[in-house]
Every structure is written in structure tokens, then in C-alpha cells.
């Protein structure tokens, strides 16, 4: 199955989605560093990458003739700073806002589905009217804006096209499921919420859901606290229970129920078989390597073991709230060496980042974990590929009949 990627950065999207099946026709990034990982993974023969055709430049500069109408899928995270927490919350002011770019190509290339992740502060009430306005023009590719129509006026337009129902079933529009996720909950070591927006050309009559939730906290607590598994797999006696748990511990030792979902995974799952890079004589995995400054103080504190890790942020020594940092089980903090933060973004160890430390955290926060990817894109190549047979179902129908 065919494929593109916008706004790739290191590949983690990419990447799972080339894991689920597609092959990207074009990979398309401006940074240059997050490039230079691409390629460096590239001359090394690395096989998730090697294949790509990488472009370093602005999507709205590439030709889009040079790719076929009708592939299988689109896939990309516009820049996120207009919307995120930590940025301008510029929006629709932001020149930053890559949203239109996305929706252009859209309308140009006419894919069979499309996966748009973004993050979870486009949802926040201050940003509502632009959030619908986002998803309407994601359904109405071909309903442009105008040149003189600010985007209120479009957004107007959109909704009146989309009750009146006129264009539904004929391969011009797309019905879009938009879904805020925990990344935690499908077995990613860290608590990393982002909202996906995910289509399908309403020609394909495909009826798809966000998959289904797999790992949850209940069941972390449940394997430490109440069988003491997560312990005993690690090799370790099982502390006293935290006062802040007892009661929920307790309802849950009480309940007698088997967990519906697995453990959360935990950043001691995560990097535990790592050696301590502040400690290692010589350290032999790539992108292992100590980086000193770490300080904790009020608002600003680090991730423990025993938890998913925080939402890793696209910064380094002033990341507000600490999230790039470890708190060591001596009460001490560290920065997350890169390959720690690759492991907990679930890349896989063979693939290595180019740049400086900042640069490389960078790269990392920025990413959408290779693990999230592969499941929301593995779950779109299924619904693709059955309503591929049903086509040609239809058409050997047709023509046993005509015979």
C-alpha cells in the first residue's frame, strides 16, 4: 500500500506506519537535523528507512504531481507549537499553522485514508471553533477557502455543506473519527496524550474506530501492589505500599477480578537493562550518553520509575515541569540520556539519532511514538485492504454476470 508522510521529523509516525504495510512514495521534513537522522540511518542500511525518497524543504514546496492520485494513505503531524501548551497559542494567527498546507495536499493527491496527530491542546475550548474548522475542511477537501473569505465565513460554508448532505458518497469527501489518546494505554512508557484525527474516502464505505485500549494504570497498581509481578520481575523486594494508593489498592484487592488490560509499562520497563550512563566505565549503546545540569525545584521534577514517564517535551534544560529528566530511587535527578527517551517513544534500538543533545531531545519530543503509530496505521491498512476485496469482489460479480 502506498503512502506519504508530512512534517516526518525523526520518522517515529513514519516509521510505524511503514510498519503496518504502507510504503512511503515521499517523506517530506524541513529540519535539517532531523534529516541528517533520517539519512545517517539511511547510508547504514537501517531497513525501516533505507527505502524512503526523504525530502528536506517545505511540504508546499514539493511537486505533488510527481505522486499518483488515489494512494492508500496520507499521513503527518502539523507542527504543534500554535496549539500546544507551551507555545504562542497563536492558532489560526501562527504562520507556524501547516493545517491549510495539509489540506491542500489532501485535495491534490485524494488518498484513500489519511492519519492527522496532533497535540492535545487543539482540543482545549479556546481553540473549539478552530478544532471544528480543522475537521470540517479535513472532511471538505474540495471545498476550498477563498481568497477574500477569512476563515469564520469558511467555517460557515463548511457547516452548511456538511448538513446539507449533498456531497456524502461520492469520493470527494471524507469521514473523519477524531480521537484523543493516552499513549500509556497501548503500551507506550509514557503518559503521552495526543489527539488523532483519522479518515477515510466516503466512496470506500468503510466503517472504522479509534483500536481499543490494551494496558491501563488499574493494571499497573494490580502487578505491583496486589501480586507483587512487577517486583518480582524486575528482581526487586516490593516497597510498602504509598499512602496515596492505599485505598485504591484496597478496592482493588478486594474486587477479585482479573484485569481487563495489561500493566501500564513503566520507564523501569522501558530502560531498565540499560547501564546507568552517570556510573558505565564505557558505555557500547548508541545514544547512551550521560548529560550533566539536571536540577530539581519546585514545578520542575522528573519522571520515576515506576510510572509511565511524562509526556518527553521538544526541549532540553528548561523543559518546564522536569519532563525530560529521571528521578533516580535515591531521590536524585538526571536527564534522560537520548536512547533512553528513544526507548521510552518505543523507537527501536537500531535506529540511531544524529545531532547534539539538544538536538536529538528535540527530535524525540516532537515524535509520535513508533508503537502508537504502528496501531492506529496497522488498523487503517486492515480496513483498506477489506475494502479493497469487497471491490473486487463486486467486479468479479459483475463480469460473471456479463458473461
Known amino acids: ?32 537535523w532531523a534529516c541528517d537522522t533520517v539519512r545517517e540511518n539511511q547510508k547504514r542500511g537501517y531497513p525501516l528507512v533505507e527505502g524512503w525518497n526523504l525530502h528536506e524543504g517545505d511540504v508546499r514546496g514539493f511537486d505533488w504531481s510527481s505522486i499518483p492520485e488515489g494512494i492508500e494513505l496520507l499521513a503527518g503531524g502539523p507542527p504543534c507549537q500554535p496549539f500546544s501548551i507551551g507555545g504562542k497559542h497563536g ?19 485524494k488518498p484513500k485514508a489519511f492519519i492527522v496527530e496532533n497535540v492535545k491542546g487543539l482540543t482545549r475550548a479556546a481553540f473549539a471553533n478552530y478544532y471544528q474548522y480543522i475537521l470540517l475542511q479535513l472532511e471538505f477537501p474540495e471545498l476550498p477557502r477563498r481568497a477574500s473569505e477569512e476563515w469564520h465565513d469558511h467555517l460557515s460554508r463548511l457547516q452548511t455543506e456538511r448538513t446539507s448532505g449533498k456531497r456524502k458518497g461520492k469520493g470527494n469527501t471524507y469521514n473523519v473519527v477524531a480521537t ?21 474516502r466516503d466512496d470506500l464505505g468503510v466503517e472504522w474506530s479509534f483500536p481499543e485500549q490494551t494496558h491501563s494504570y488499574d ?20 516497597p510498602p505500599v504509598p499512602a496515596k494508593l492505599q485505598s485504591r489498592v484496597s478496592k482493588l484487592q478486594n474486587d477479585f477480578l482479573p484485569m481487563e488490560y495489561a500493566p501500564w509499562m513503566t520507564v523501569r520497563d522501558a530502560i531498565a537493562d540499560l547501564p546507568d550512563p552517570q556510573t558505565a566505565r564505557s558505555v557500547t549503546v548508541s545514544n547512551h550518553v550521560f548529560q550533566g545540569g539536571a536540577r530539581m525545584y519546585p514545578g520542575h521534577t522528573g519522571s520515576p520509575y ?5 509526556t518527553l517535551k521538544a526541549g ?26 528513544a526507548r521510552i517513544q518505543t523507537f527501536p534500538d537500531g535506529f540511531r539519532f544524529h545531532g547534539s543533545w539538544t538536538e536529538t531531545m528535540r527530535q524525540l519530543g516532537n515524535a509520535v511514538p513508533v508503537l502508537l503509530a504502528q496501531k492506529v496505521a496497522a488498523s487503517v491498512a486492515e480496513k483498506l485492504a477489506v475494502a479493497e476485496i469487497l471491490r473486487l469482489q463486486k467486479i468479479s460479480k459483475r463480469v460473471v454476470r456479463s458473461a
Open 91 to 109: 492558532a489560526y494567527d501562527d504562520r507556524r499553522d501547516m493545517f491549510p498546507a495539509t489540506v491542500e495536499i489532501l485535495r491534490k493527491l
Open 306 to 310: 515506576d510510572l509511565p514517564a511524562k
Open 180 to 200: 484523543l489518546v493516552n499513549a500509556a494505554d497501548f503500551g507506550v512508557p509514557q503518559k503521552r496524550e495526543r489527539v488523532f484525527m483519522v479518515g477515510f
Open 316 to 341: 532540553d534544560h528548561g523543559v518546564p515541569g522536569g519532563e525530560n529528566m529521571l528521578v533516580k530511587e535515591n531521590g536524585e535527578v538526571r536527564y534522560f540520556t537520548v536512547r533512553e527517551s
Open 219 to 238: 493494571a499497573l497498581l494490580h502487578s505491583q501492589w496486589v501480586t507483587g509481578e512487577y517486583w518480582e520481575r524486575h528482581s526487586l523486594k516490593m
Open 1 to 32: 500500500m502506498k503512502s506519504v508522510e508530512l512534517f516526518a521529523g525523526a520518522g517515529g509516525l513514519a516509521m510505524g506506519c511503514e510498519i503496518a504495510g504502507f510504503e512511503h512514495l515521499a517523506v517530506v521534513e524541513w529540519d535539517k
